[in-house]
């Protein structure tokens, strides 16, 4: 019995009997050789396909990854805000004070107005250099820990095709499809598969990843995008997602929109010679645990695009998210504090938040201005990002004169 | 003479006849096995247990499948297993039992073999594997309270696949993992193993305290791992101090079960010595046992058990404790019942609670080392308690 056919413990038709006999007695090493070729655990920039920027139909694979890390290019042109020569310096009000909360109650996900017929099939090179086909894309389930694929796939019109979700998406288009993923963690294949999807979307920052593995062996094409989330990033997930499920026109259009929307969002952004030096921290809880974000966590994006400082980043910090001390961020120093709205709950409001240690003594802390923004908006980095931009913007700003 | 050894000899009543039976064993350790009637039911009645739970769990899952269709799923697995045979031999046949009930999910076979039928696989062999290891070392520590998880093996374990996860390893395969767990549990054995002894015997309060020093370095370890590793590890980490058995793969079962044939094979060739090891060191050598080679092999032997058991599921704790001492009320002391019973018995319960942790909540997949800890901690204060009615305790 040959373990290592995914599909079905069945014998390989070439194994005679002898051989049989033989494979078993090396099964540990063969098998986990396999098992390294298979695991989606390192996945690599894809080094064939080109991003979908036409809405003709692909010629090779489509990448689920772009070349190089996404975060490296620059934010595509027509995203990015008209220089400041040509229109007045755009100087903020005077810098709030106090609690300010991010209003991102009027945010509407943009959706492209045309719905698009998927053309299929598709081949797809996903993040761990396996190709995957496409052949329905009418079952989608997807998941990843901030809600980023969900919400790109309803962007795209395909909304009503999606089975399953993450729990991060927020949005109220995506109420109806199941949460799969009800504590955040620890995905369960089954569960999943009940929901018979025709193509599940993915990334590496949820798992255990051979829960996906398990999907694939199942036989449900799995397609691992890009784990990364940053700002010039976005348009590449759009049109990797929209080339994977055959709308690359689509995933064309929603980046109109989502590009509309950017540079509105940036156009707003005050031009201070003197930035804002702000700090993400993700706090949980009384227990005066709390993480400062730095580059790689998203946050550091979402605080540059505002024109502000990304505190995390400026004193050196390596992580995405590193514990600090209080008194590494006394020394920090920021102006403002950035929390997820269910993080500042967590700690009983500001008032909380100023009790632990070490953040009274910050400027920030001193002035209580602390900006809270809802849970599943920061770092999703989807369509609705350009509007979270502004929303943003106004909260750590002030609404510009 | 069993009074030289309280572990085995305070749970137990039956002691003496049994082990006289192992004691006149014309050569140590080789003796013909007669297995009476009672111990054929007792095998018997485990046996069955066993393959009735691995039928029902294998038929119960978050994927509704109704249980004439998972019959007929594998009916339908061994017709393909049989017409792969036909077609190689270019027979032309057509494998008979093609008619059997699909199930009526569209994915419903395939989820059967690739994702429940792997995982109840594992579950048994992680339960046998962990029940083993913990009978042997009950009987090479003369110790009741001899536990991998106890003792902290099962924790070094733990640290050698962190080891394996953070310093990035990992990614060369699965098999790493195994091995460093392997590794881990094998120093981490023979640490306790030197720690412990003393004059030739481990004490219960020394083993337990030396457990407890093992555990706290293991678990600093683990939590400096925790510290220094990148998000993606931790997860990975984490899952590991809960033990799960998500994930299960053909590729996990082939990789574990060579680990826990070899541990159990010879487990079970040291039967008949373990049961001499038991009348005191003395005795067992006089009668011809060869004491520091028994206790070395048997170290490896719970290395290789412990490693098959947690290499892909992490810690899933007491199991070793639970079963071994069940069984011995049930079975008696004797080793070449004992070890057979507890596997049957090890691999039934992490069936069971594993079944637990993949429906109890829907959507979501509960931490087994949670759930056996559940059951488990009771049992350990109920054990506790037993024996300080019965024979005043441990000393």
């Known amino acids: ?79 990015q805000a008209p220089s400041p020569a040509t229109g007045a310096t755009k100087t903020a009000a005077k810098a709030p004070t106090g609690p300010q909360t991010a209003n991102t109650a009027a945010i509407t996900l943009p959706i492209v107005a045309n719905k698009a017929t998927p053309t299929l099939p598709t081949t797809v090179t996903s993040c761990d250099k396996q190709l995957v086909d496409v052949t329905d894309v009418s079952r989608i389930v997807t998941i990843d820990l901030n809600g980023t694929l969900t919400e790109i796939v309803h962007g795209l019109g395909l909304g009503a ?27 369960n294949a089954e569960a999943i598969t009940a929901l018979n999807p025709s193509v599940v979307l993915t990334d590496t920052t949820i798992g255990p990843l051979e829960v996906q593995e398990q999907l694939r062996a199942v036989g449900i094409p799995v397609i691992f995008f890009d784990p990364s989330r940053t700002l010039p990033g976005i348009s590449h997930q759009i049109n990797a997602v929209a080339g994977a499920l055959g709308v690359a026109a689509a995933g064309v259009e929603l980046n109109k929109l989502v590009g509309a929307d950017m540079v509105a969002a940036l156009s707003m ?17 009384t227990a005066g645990v709390y993480l400062m974000a730095g580059p790689g966590s998203g946050a550091d994006d979402m605080i540059k695009a505002v024109g502000a400082t990304d505190v995390g980043t400026e004193i050196g910090l390596k992580m995405p998210f590193t514990q600090l001390t209080s008194e590494a961020l006394i020394k920090a120093a920021p102006d403002a504090l950035l929390l997820m709205t269910g993080g500042l709950e967590s700690v009983g409001g500001v008032d909380g938040l100023v009790k632990i240690q070490g953040i009274a003594q910050t400027p920030a802390g001193a002035n209580k201005r602390v900006v809270d923004v809802a849970d599943g908006t920061l770092l999703s980095f989807g369509p609705r990002t350009g509007q979270i931009i502004k929303a943003l913007s106004l909260a750590v700003h002030g609404a510009p004169q | 003479m069993t009074a030289t050894i309280p572990a085995e000899a305070g749970t137990e009543t039956r002691t003496p006849q049994e082990s006289k039976e192992s004691a006149v064993a014309p050569k140590p ?73 699909l199930p009526e999910h569209a994915r419903g076979y395939e989820t059967l073999w690739s994702v429940r039928f792997p995982r109840v696989v594992l579950a048994m062999i992680v339960g046998a594997a962990l029940a083993c290891a913990g009978t042997v070392m009950q009987g090479v520590f003369g110790n009741p309270l001899a536990e991998p998880a106890v003792v902290g093996v099962s924790s070094g374990a733990a640290v050698g696949a962190s080891t394996a996860i953070v310093t990035g390893l990992a990614t060369q395969g699965n098999w790493v993992v195994a091995i460093f767990a392997f590794l881990g549990g094998l120093i981490t054995t023979l640490l306790v193993y030197s720690l412990s002894r003393s004059k030739g015997r481990t004490e219960v309060v020394t083993l337990v305290l030396t457990g407890i020093a093992v555990n706290a370095f293991t678990f600093a370890m683990i939590a400096f791992y925790t510290y220094v590793a990148d998000p993606n590890a931790r997860e990975q980490l984490i899952f590991w101090q809960l033990g799960s058995l998500n994930g299960a793969s053909w590729l996990s079962v082939a990789s574990v079960l060579p680990l826990l044939l070899a541990g159990l094979l010879m487990a079970f060739l040291a039967a008949g010595q373990l049961d001499l090891l038991a009348l005191g060191e003395r005795s067992a050598r006089h009668l011809g046992v060869n004491v520091e080679r028994l206790r070395m092999t048997m170290i490896v032997t719970v290395a290789l058990l412990v490693g098959a058991g947690v290499a892909f599921t992490g810690i899933v704790s007491f199991v070793g404790l639970v079963v071994p001492h069940l069984i011995r009320i049930i079975a008696g002391p004797g080793h070449k019942l004992l070890l057979p019973a507890s596997a049957l018995g090890g691999a039934l319960l992490v069936l069971l609670a594993d079944l637990g ?38 000393a």
């Open chain 2, 29 to 101: 350790g080789r003796a013909p096995t007669k297995r009476t009637a009672k111990d054929r039911l007792i095998l018997g009645t485990l046996a069955a247990a066993l393959a009735v739970t691995a039928v029902v769990a294998a038929g119960t899952g978050q994927l509704p499948i109704a249980p004439m269709e998972v019959v007929g799923s594998i009916i339908h697995g061994f017709n393909n297993w049989l017409q792969g045979w036909l077609d190689y031999f270019g027979t032309g046949w057509n494998a008979p039992f093609g008619g059997a009930p």
């Open chain 1, 269 to 285: 952004v005050p031009q201070d010679s003197t930035p804002t030096r702000v700090a993400f921290l993700y706090v949980r809880g």
């Open chain 2, 357 to 394: 942790a993949r429906t109890l909540v829907t959507y979501s997949d509960l931490p087994l080392g949670m759930l056996t800890a559940l059951i488990g901690g009771p049992f350990f204060f109920w054990l506790l308690r037993r024996t300080r009615n019965e024979q005043g305790g441990w």
């Open chain 1, 1 to 79: 019995m040959n373990f290592s056919v995914p599909q079905l413990p069945a014998p390989a038709g070439r194994f005679g009997r002898k051989k049989r006999a033989a494979g078993l007695l090396a099964s540990l090493a063969a098998v986990a050789l396999l098992a390294s070729g298979c695991a989606p655990a390192t996945p690599g920039p894809s080094g064939t396909g080109s991003t979908q920027t036409s809405a003709a139909k692909p010629a090779g694979p489509v990448a689920a990854c772009t070349e190089g890390t996404a975060g490296k290019l620059p934010l595509p042109a027509d995203w």
């Open chain 1, 161 to 187: 095709n999606v089975v399953g979700r993450d729990r991060a998406a927020d949005f109220p288009q995506a109420a109806n499809a199941t949460v799969v993923t009800p504590t955040g963690h620890d995905l």
